[in-house]
């Protein structure tokens, strides 16, 4: 997968900001990003976060036989892995051009300036000797991967430690770290990487380029030197000629890079040691902040468990509820209710127009007779016109609803109370009239 190419506007702008000596993060022409070194809880596990470059490392050993040619020395080796993890241009399983370049520079860099004493390596001359693999994955790609693995490779071995040996004969033994504690390895200086993007034929220049001013640059020269201001490699690429003036201010920006670089690097493996020793925090876990949500261990507040008794009364006084409940005004409308403790639960009331149309269609529905003058055939007319028919004859009797049914010449009949059907008291009097008149 190819990386996605930058846009006309965006590379203009880029070349613009750094015609005017501008920075897209804020730094200067010569500053570097900000450098954290932190730990694993085993011995040569380490994570350098360049900016938001960041680059895992790790040292693992193994007793194997020496090189034919070198039977006295050790064997160091390297690997520097890009994932998709870290950008998506990378293809996994498949070694690009990009991938050669960097493992090659750091062999040059670390290997071949004899930063590690291979001879302490030999455990039997011609037999045994110790194989030392650093491994660095890369996590995340914001630009400048040599000078991230190249520190996250010294870092790691630095911080290192072989298990002890010793011969008896033809006999090798090795230790755990409980028997014996183990034994660091020994190393001469710490070369560092130190990378200078050059823009428009060399007439610019930049330190420790970001991600997107590596897709705008003409060239990258990159200084492997330690902090006694000896050179350990030095790598062009890009196709552009460099005079020997810029190449020389380039070597003088690099000394000064590394020796506060190193200087970085001693002081965090010197905290490690005293965290160690002391047992204090250590490892990924702990160096997380316990202020943010991903903490993984949170500080216990110390609670004073002396006089609970005593203290009993006031921690159950303090934890009883208030006596008074304050309730909300609630603004009543039609069709809502309020249900709670303590709350008269009901709904709200009809408005007055819905009342007047509801006793209109009761009224139209239900036609009231007397029994006394309405025969069962004038019944059986009316219950086959669909209006259901009312029979009372005192507000104390049972009322007699027929309704009808799909088929006329049926009618089922239903009795209810005379209460929810009652005539009004008009109606009763007017009953009472016609009854003493006939």
């Known amino acids: 997968m190819k990386e996605t190419p930058l846009s006309n506007c965006e590379r203009r702008f880029l070349l613009r900001a750094i015609e005017e000596k501008k920075r897209l993060d804020g730094r200067q022409t010569y500053d570097y990003r900000n450098i954290k070194i932190t730990f694993g809880t085993d011995y040569g596990c380490c994570i350098v976060e360049l900016g938001k470059t960041r680059v895992l490392g790790q040292v693992s050993c193994e007793l194997v036989s020496p090189k034919l040619n070198r039977a006295t020395e050790g064997i160091l080796f390297f690997n520097l892995e890009l994932s998709q993890m870290a950008a998506p241009a990378f293809e ?9 370049k960097l493992n090659r520079l750091l062999e040059r860099c670390l290997r071949n300036s004899k930063c590690i004493d291979t001879e302490s390596l030999c455990v039997v001359a011609g037999e045994k000797v110790w194989q030392i693999r650093v491994d660095l994955h890369l996590l995340n790609h914001d630009g400048n991967i040599i000078d991230a693995a190249s520190i996250a490779a010294v870092v790691a071995l630095c911080h290192f430690r072989r298990p002890d040996v010793s011969v008896q004969g033809e006999e090798v033994t090795v230790y755990t770290p409980e028997e014996r504690d183990p034994v660091p390895l020994s190393i001469h200086h710490m070369p560092i990487c130190v990378s200078f993007a050059f823009f428009q034929q060399g007439t610019y220049l930049l330190v420790d380029p970001n991600e997107r001013e590596e897709r705008v640059m003409d060239g990258l020269l990159v200084i492997a030197m330690n902090k006694h201001r000896e050179l350990c490699t030095i790598q062009s690429s890009g196709g552009i000629m460099l005079l020997k003036d810029q190449v020389l201010r380039c070597s003088k920006i690099a000394g000064v890079k590394v020796a506060e670089i190193t200087e970085l690097i001693q002081r965090a493996l010197e905290n ?3 965290a160690r020793k002391e047992g204090g925090k250590f490892g990924f876990a702990e160096s997380i902040a316990n202020q943010r949500i991903t903490a993984f261990k949170m500080e ?3 609670i004073d468990t002396s006089n609970i008794e005593e203290k009993a009364d ?3 006084a303090e934890a009883e509820p208030p006596t008074e409940v304050v309730s909300k005004p609630v603004l009543w409308t039609p069709g809502t209710a309020q249900i709670g403790d303590g709350i008269e639960n009901s709904w709200g009331d009809l408005e007055e127009s819905e009342k007047e149309e509801e006793e209109e269609g009761s009224i139209d529905e239900a036609v009231i007779l007397d029994d006394t003058k309405m025969d069962t055939e004038e019944v059986s007319d009316i219950g086959s016109q669909g209006a259901p028919i009312v029979l009372s004859d005192s507000e104390e ?3 007699i609803i027929l309704e009808p049914e799909k088929n006329p010449k049926k009618i089922r009949a239903q009795t209810t109370s005379a209460k929810e059907k009652a005539p ?8 009472k009239k016609k009854r003493t008149a006939n």
């Open 314 to 316: 006031e921690i159950i």
């Open 92 to 100: 996994p399983g498949r070694q690009s051009d990009l991938l050669v």
């Open 272 to 274: 490690d040691q005293k």
């Open 397 to 399: 009797e049972e009322m």
């Open 300 to 302: 216990k507040a110390p």
């Open 424 to 431: 009004t008291k008009s109606q009763v009097k007017r009953r």
